[in-house]
């Protein structure tokens, strides 16, 4: 085994001992001539060498033979012809080093503090990364003191490890970011949207463009509107339309009220009618009243059912199981008129055939488009509501706010990621 740190500005010699330079990277490469990547630990393929009075290093073409091992590097042929690249070739500390690695275990950025090469036959292999305190330690010389005196204290330094073969590469521009394969869709989507404020939008767009479209939405709905809106630049107006309308209602009105209005049309052009539709009842709204507050996404049922009866009818409902509200069901006329409330709970130990309008509250408490936001969560904190009903001055229902969005419009911003999602 041997740490790049360690191998960085040793001699490298020829087979006849004579100094050729200093060591100043490795390289590797991700994949074969033909493409394959089903070897997970790559190969060293050339040594970059400094050469007294030349600007650019030497590209020594990997023999196998070498030993990495040693104080020095010491060439067991004659040097050959100097390394021809092929275009997939990484420079480890260049490209790698101190560049910023996913945890998809605490779910923030770490750095890559040394690269841990083996020995595989006669090939060396990139095995391991470092990010932990050893291999910064390591790298500043202390690693022997520090374990000789952390033995004095009884105590260990840990070294944290990530196998290669756990992670896939992903260029940035001059930012590469390691990101666990299969991981990061298994992550819940309040996890994914701590890492992308991480990277911050560009980055994290090219982090997420292979989740399916519901994750995707899931996770720009744990962010700012602002956040979301740079994220969703770097996708197609159809992929971006496939994105929005998969987010609930609210959520992508605010996020189109983001937009430039001209890049909010093109998006509007690729969803289809009956979203648009949900959509653009909420966009007149003013963001800090209830119509810019509440969801048109929330169960509606007739009155005049059974408890039965409604019970069906609610598991017939293929918009149903998608509802943001569904502690709740809002009895509502054939003119959607707001004229009760039951929950799911009262529904679910009533009698089969008890009238809904038995067990419905009446006169159900609610607020208007117009009502201001401080005025909502008033009511929703006096009354410990899960969610209140939002109608128009004639008793139409739009809406319903729930108390989770409620308590988005007063959580400090930083907070605001960290809020669970009660109603999915």
């Given at each position: ?22 060591l100043r990277?490795?390289l ?25 009075g030349a ?6 073409p990997?023999?196998?033979?070498e ?9 067991q ?16 500390s ?18 890559v ?6 020995k595989?036959?006669t090939?060396?292999?990139?095995i391991n ?32 490890m ?7 590469f992903l ?14 869709r ?51 107006d ?8 998969a ?10 009220n ?17 979203k ?16 810019g ?8 049922i007739p ?8 019970v ?7 918009d149903?199981r ?7 069901a ?17 529904l679910l ?14 006169r159900?408490r ?10 909502v ?48």
């Amino acid at each position: 085994m041997a740490f790049l740190s360690e191998l960085l500005a040793r001699d490298v010699r020829d087979n006849k001992n004579a100094l050729i330079g200093k060591l100043r990277d490795v390289l590797i490469v991700l994949s074969n001539a033909n493409g394959d990547k089903s070897d997970p630990y790559p190969r060293v393929v050339a040594l970059a060498v400094d050469q007294r009075g030349a600007e650019e290093p030497l590209l020594i073409p990997w023999e196998g033979t070498e030993d990495l091992a040693g104080n020095k590097i010491i060439l067991q042929k004659p040097a050959q012809s100097p390394y021809a690249f092929v275009g997939n070739e990484i420079w480890l500390s260049r490209d790698v080093m101190d560049k910023q690695v996913i945890d998809t275990n605490d779910h923030r950025l770490v750095r890559v503090n040394d690269l841990e090469l083996g020995k595989v036959g006669t090939d060396y292999r990139l095995i391991n990364i470092d990010i932990g305190g050893r291999g910064l330690l390591r790298r500043l010389g202390w690693e022997d003191f520090a374990e000789w005196f952390a033995d004095r204290l009884n105590q260990s330094i840990p070294a944290r490890m990530v196998a290669w073969n756990d992670l896939d590469f992903l260029p940035s521009g001059n930012l590469r970011v390691a990101v666990a394969r299969e991981h990061l869709r298994e992550l819940h989507p309040a996890d994914i949207a701590e890492i992308l404020e991480d990277v911050g939008p560009h980055v994290g767009a090219k982090l997420i463009q292979h989740l399916a479209d519901d994750q995707v939405a899931d996770t720009l709905e744990e962010l700012e509107p602002e956040f979301q809106a740079q994220v969703l630049e770097k996708f197609s107006d159809a992929r971006a339309a496939d994105i929005v309308q998969a987010m609930e209602p609210d959520e992508a009105a605010d996020l189109l009220n983001e937009l430039d209005p001209q890049r909010a049309a093109d998006i509007v052009e690729e969803m289809e009618p009956d979203k648009v539709a949900e959509v653009q009842e909420l966009l007149p709204h003013q963001e800090d009243t209830a119509g810019g507050m509440m969801t048109t996404n929330f169960l509606t049922i007739p009155p005049g059912l059974t408890c039965a009866e409604t019970v069906q009818q609610i598991r017939a409902n293929p918009d149903a199981r998608h509802a943001q509200v569904t502690y709740y069901a809002y009895v509502a006329d054939a003119d959607s008129r707001l004229i009760g409330v039951v929950s799911l709970s009262d529904l679910l130990f009533a009698e089969p055939q008890t009238p809904i309008d038995e067990i419905m509250h009446k006169r159900p408490r609610r607020v208007y488009l117009k009502t201001p936001r401080s005025e909502v969560l008033e009511k929703i904190a006096k009354y410990n509501f899960l969610a209140i009903p939002v109608v128009d001055s004639r008793g139409f229902l739009k809406g319903v706010v729930t108390a989770d969005d409620a308590l988005e419009q007063i959580l400090p911003a930083d907070l605001k990621v960290k809020l669970p999602r009660i109603f999915r």
